[in-house]
């Protein structure tokens, strides 16, 4: 069992880092042997199980991810509770599966129970609190509600900086949606300030070719756009698109809405014929 938390913590490792590939292959391992080893119904293994499905949607298998979630809520709500606080993680994981399937009622609906209960249980200011309300907060973007996104993204960050201090992933992952928030409601100019200070920060704490920064980038890219600077939004889209390719592969998700934002940029340079190659 030593030996499965220490894979559990590499496989956490290669997450942190951007090898999605590799954290995914300790998980599945994982879990093939806390499945016959502590049985499919034991806390250990309910956990490997979310992790695993997490690894999936990093690399873009968000049906796996989904089928996985579904099972795992199923279980852990009979056998720790509906309230337990692993379920309510789940719960926020499938939420995310849902969205990223389009399901955003069905997402929204997790998250709002799941906001409900953490902040009875933990209080409003606790991480799993704030987590909850920034997975609200991107799912009411999503259905379009931007004023009600932007005020509980405003008010995570500023927690989350008070808390966490202004260089922790989580509060960058708010400065980011933030921006996309703002860039929604025509704040262009605020949301490309707060997307250079990101991108800036995660570059030197994670390197330039990390996922985290290389998303951060792709979504200044398109801050600039909304400014008119076509040309710096090509050359940025251009450089991330190569990045992208070459961790992610050439079939992942953000591989497909980078080069989709480059052919944009192409276009709107009258670089028609580029444009019209990535579209084919």
């Not at 499965?4 to 998980?27: E, H, K, P, W």
């Not at 093939?32 to 997490?54: F, W």
């Not at 998250?111 to 991480?127: I, K, M, N």
């Not at 973007?141 to 932007?150: K, R």
Request: negative net charge; proline residues 2%.
């Amino acid at each position: 069992l030593d030996v499965l938390s220490s894979s559990n913590n590499l496989a956490t490792g290669y997450r942190c880092l951007g090898r999605y590939v590799d954290a995914a292959q300790m998980d599945e391992q994982a879990l093939s042997i806390r499945k016959r080893v502590q049985g499919v119904e034991h806390p250990d293994t309910l956990s490997n199980r979310t992790n695993l499905a997490s690894g999936y949607r990093d690399l873009g298998l968000v049906e796996e991810a989904v089928r996985l979630d579904e099972e795992t809520l199923g279980i852990m709500e009979r056998v720790l509770g509906m309230e337990h606080l692993n379920t309510l993680t789940n719960r926020s994981n499938l939420a995310i599966d849902y969205h990223s399937l389009g399901r955003h009622d069905e997402a929204v609906r997790l998250d709002v129970e799941s906001l409900r209960v953490r902040e009875r249980l933990l209080g409003s200011e606790h991480l799993e609190s704030l987590s909850s309300r920034n997975n609200l907060a991107n799912g009411y973007h999503l259905l379009g509600q931007y004023e009600e996104a932007t005020r509980l993204f405003e008010e995570t960050l500023i927690a989350r900086e008070g808390i966490l201090g202004p260089e922790h992933p989580d509060t960058l992952q708010s400065r980011n949606n933030l921006a996309i928030a703002y860039q929604s409601l025509g704040r262009s100019n605020e949301a490309v300030q707060l997307w250079n200070e990101t991108v800036s920060i995660r570059e030197r704490l994670l390197g330039p070719d990390h996922p985290d920064t290389l998303t951060t980038r792709s979504n200044l890219a398109g801050g600039y756009r909304d400014l008119g600077w076509y040309e710096e939004a090509v050359r940025i889209d251009e450089q991330t698109l190569s990045a992208l390719e070459r961790v992610l592969g050439t079939e992942h998700p953000d591989v497909l809405t980078s080069r989709n934002n480059l052919a944009i940029g192409y276009g709107s340079l009258g670089r028609y014929d580029e444009a019209l190659w990535i579209y084919e």
